[in-house]
């Protein structure tokens, strides 16, 4: 049975208004300006939690989908295994460091300390740069032995993992010196909030490193 | 051109807010660009699918656009590439989901703009570059051009995910107050399930994107056959497996795209039949359930694709289980439709009737993937013409019945007029006469081209029915794309015409869109935000045919039944 007017009436009652008749019918195309008139306010911050969340289960998708094929290619008769540069393991210290320091100091920004939320933020950072580095240095490596992305299927997808990841990195970096040198008075979030969103991206692309490396190692 | 007569003003002005139009970030700009974008796309891709069946049926024939390249069998596939690139990414996928989807969602949940909008304008963008890019890719030598079209395609899932990303997000955050998950129109549901779907699925496609264009710019071997080649004769089962990566890959993506073209369409239809029928709709939470479970399961299907080129023994059954498992959404979203429909005292507007001829099509269609779905009988009916005439009726001629009965039912809203309705009609079954003549022949074709069990006499005499069949195809093609000018005629006479809607809520539908002004304001709501009382499809007595606006408070609706 649908739906009557008892139940209807339970709803509580709205406060003021009495509910949106229809407007009068005048409009004729152009539209009211109503909305542009009033001072901008902040949109609720939840949708950037939401946002990050989801982005990330969509960057997941794509390493996923290399991986799979990562794991049907391996095996193959022209596959030659990427003997992984042991940078690599200090680059790994470097970026759970960053991880680390990206919680002091967001825990300094929470005890209202700003100036040891910027030093930690921008340690952070620093490590996140240094990350990369090592990232390009373990490529020249790899070239100086010369393995080439268009090695071997290994090779290939050793640079394509490597690749993709730090170019999402760059783009948490990038985030990282957002928060860093934006000025919050005028943006649409609070630093709180971008600090919280950007430390999510960090530490997810942190642990599909994590992951990334298990793969490579493991599996080649 | 510039007149300096009607409104606008000057020059500088039109300039000002042709700027303003290319970098608005308000979403129903940026819907009605996409729905641009998507017109424009179709009537391409369909004068394109015209001169393909020309050149099937008479090869001789020069045909002035196609005699400027050279007639190779790669041509001819490029030219069925572009058809299909344009109508899938910007007709299919662009149109009900980026298009309605951007203009509609917001409108109908209560919102004043989508959450991201910055975003959505960069989407938009990107669209844009892709389409002009896989266009551009057709014109060229094909060796470049298939790179060209690598890249468009990344370039779209880019935007697609952004896209989806936006319409997730404005899903869970934006809701006006009151309006619950249960109260959603089923249309958003369809949007919000289609948008997790994407953000799935055009991730993998990226990827396969991004590993093929490495492949082929940067000579890396995510795909390359050399080893296949190299170990042929002794160990043909694992390295067969080679080619088909991509072809995994890309069928990931690419059956899961028939799902993001048609979840959009169940929730516009489902929306239509019930504000039309002026009823409730029959088990409205199973259908949200349905369409969840074609989300789900369309992310799964992937593998039956690939029962022509080979996989693990067993891989086949589990993908034809879950394929035939689609049957059990699909049969629940027909029952309510019928059921809803049932008895009810419908008014035959053009959007009522492409909303039954999606149906229509849509049975037709489905019936003919049932053998397809399993794996024995489809090695009886994978023909091209068989495989072809299915997933056209089901996919591209459903989907766009769809977006017509949803551009008739929306268009006061999108423009404050209402299209012809005799011309309508007339363009309806035009149409729909039209597109039967050729797919259903193509079913036929494809089962005459199995018949190979038959004795030799009766498959030359099959055989030169054949070419009759395949004649109709081609003269009821040329007629459905003529007929596609009513259309035409239709859209851009009301919209350049001058008379405008009287009224708000012309259908007498429930939900949001219908309480403000048509065509809809800027800022939507203005400053008086929405609450919801009830859900979408709600009677207001029991015994009553009239939908209850779901803006209507009950006290409103106390004084007014009093």
Redesign the interface.
């Given at each position: 049975?649908?739906?009557?007017?008892q139940e209807?009436?339970v709803?509580e009652?709205?406060d003021g208004?009495?509910?949106?008749?229809?407007?009068p019918?005048?409009?004729?195309?152009?539209?009211?300006?109503?909305?542009?008139n009033?001072p901008k306010k902040r949109?609720?911050p939840?949708?950037y939690y939401?946002?990050v969340a989801?982005?990330i289960?969509?960057?997941l998708?794509?390493?996923m989908?290399?991986a799979s094929?990562f794991l049907?290619?391996r095996g193959?008769?022209?596959w030659i295994p990427v003997h992984i540069p042991s940078l690599l393991w200090f680059n790994t210290v470097v970026l759970l460091a960053s991880s680390g320091t990206l919680e002091l100091a967001r825990k300094r920004l929470a005890s209202g300390d700003a100036r040891g939320f910027r030093d930690f933020w921008l340690l952070t950072t620093a490590l996140g740069i240094a990350f990369l580095i090592g990232q390009v240095a373990a490529w020249r490596i790899l070239v100086g032995q010369n393995v080439y992305?268009?090695s071997?299927?290994a090779?290939?997808?050793f640079?394509?993992f490597t690749g993709?990841h730090a170019v999402h990195l760059l783009a948490g970096v990038g985030a990282l010196l957002y928060v860093s040198f934006r000025n919050f008075d005028l943006a649409k979030v609070t630093r709180t909030v971008a600090a919280d969103v950007t430390s999510y991206f960090w530490h997810f692309l942190d642990a599909l490193w994590l992951f990334l490396l298990a793969l490579l190692y493991l599996g080649k | 051109m510039v007149t300096y007569d009607d409104g606008a003003g000057g020059p500088s002005e039109r300039i000002a807010s042709l700027t303003g139009r290319v970098f608005s970030t308000g979403h129903k700009t940026i819907g009605l660009e996409y729905l641009w974008l998507s017109l424009a796309s179709v009537l391409v891709g369909m004068v394109l699918s015209a001169l393909l069946r020309a050149n099937t049926s008479w090869p001789d024939t020069a045909i002035p656009f196609l005699a400027r390249f050279d007639s190779s069998p790669e041509r001819y596939a490029a030219m069925r590439l572009l058809h299909g690139s344009l109508m899938v990414f910007f007709v299919l996928t662009a149109a009900p989901q980026l298009g309605l989807g951007n203009f509609l969602l917001p409108l109908q949940i209560g919102a004043e703009e989508m959450a991201f909008p910055e975003l959505n304008r960069l989407a938009f963008w990107l669209t844009v570059v892709s389409l002009v890019a896989m266009t551009a890719s057709f014109f060229g030598p094909l060796d470049r051009g298939i790179n060209v079209w690598l890249v468009s395609a990344a370039v779209f899932s880019l935007g697609a995910l952004l896209s989806a990303l936006n319409f997730t997000v404005t899903t869970i955050e934006l809701r006006a107050k009151g309006m619950t998950l249960p109260r959603m129109p089923v249309t958003v549901w369809a949007w919000f399930v289609n948008a997790i779907l994407s953000m799935l699925i055009f991730s993998v496609l990226l990827a396969g994107c991004t590993a093929v264009l490495s492949d082929r710019l940067l000579g890396s071997h995510f795909f390359s056959a050399a080893a296949f080649l190299a170990q042929q004769p002794q160990n043909l089962v694992r390295e067969g497996s080679l080619p088909v990566l991509w072809q995994r890959l890309f069928w990931y993506f690419a059956q899961a795209e028939v799902y993001v073209a048609m979840l959009p369409c169940f929730g516009i239809i489902t929306h239509l039949v019930a504000t039309f029928a002026r009823r409730p709709l029959w088990k409205e939470r199973l259908v949200v359930l349905a369409l969840c479970g074609v989300g789900a399961a369309g992310f799964c299907v992937w593998g039956y694709h690939m029962f022509a080129t080979g996989m693990n023994p067993y891989a086949p059954l589990v993908f034809a289980v879950l394929a035939s498992s689609l049957g059990i959404p699909a049969a629940v979203l027909l029952a309510s439709w019928l059921s809803t429909l049932w008895n009810s005292r419908i008014e035959f507007s053009t959007a009522v009737l492409f909303a039954i001829g999606f149906i229509s099509l849509f049975i037709a269609g489905g019936l003919s993937g049932l053998f397809l779905a399993r794996h024995d009988l489809a090695h009886a009916a994978v023909s091209e013409d068989f495989v072809i005439g299915h997933f056209h009726l089901v996919m591209g001629v459903a989907a766009t019945f769809a977006i017509l009965a949803a551009l008739f039912f929306w268009y006061p809203k999108l423009f404050g007029r209402r299209m012809n309705e005799t011309l309508g009609k007339m363009h309806f079954w035009m149409t729909f006469v039209g597109v039967y003549c050729i797919f259903m022949p193509m079913h036929w074709l494809g089962l005459l081209t199995q018949s190979n069990l038959l004795p030799d006499t009766q498959r030359v005499a099959l055989a030169s029915a054949g070419g009759a069949i395949r004649t109709l195809v081609t003269v009821a093609t040329i007629w459905t794309v003529a007929a596609q000018s009513l259309f035409v005629i239709n859209f851009f006479g009301t919209l350049l015409g001058r008379r405008k809607a009287q009224e708000n809520n012309p259908w007498s539908a429930s939900t949001l869109e219908w309480s403000i002004a048509c065509p809809a304001p800027e800022g939507n709501f203005g400053s008086d935000a929405p609450v919801v009382f009830r859900g979408a499809y709600e009677l207001a007595v029991p015994s009553g045919n009239a939908l209850l606006p779901q803006h209507l408070s009950p006290e409103l609706l106390a004084q007014k039944i009093r």
């Open positions: 049975m649908p739906a009557t007017l209807v009436e709803l009652k709205r208004g009495g509910g949106r008749n229809r407007p019918s005048g409009g004729n195309g152009g539209g009211g300006d109503d909305g542009k009033q949109p609720s939840s949708r939401t946002g989801i982005g289960v969509s960057i998708m794509f390493f989908a290399l094929a049907v290619r193959s008769i022209d992305l268009s071997n299927p090779s290939s997808f640079y394509v993709a | -």
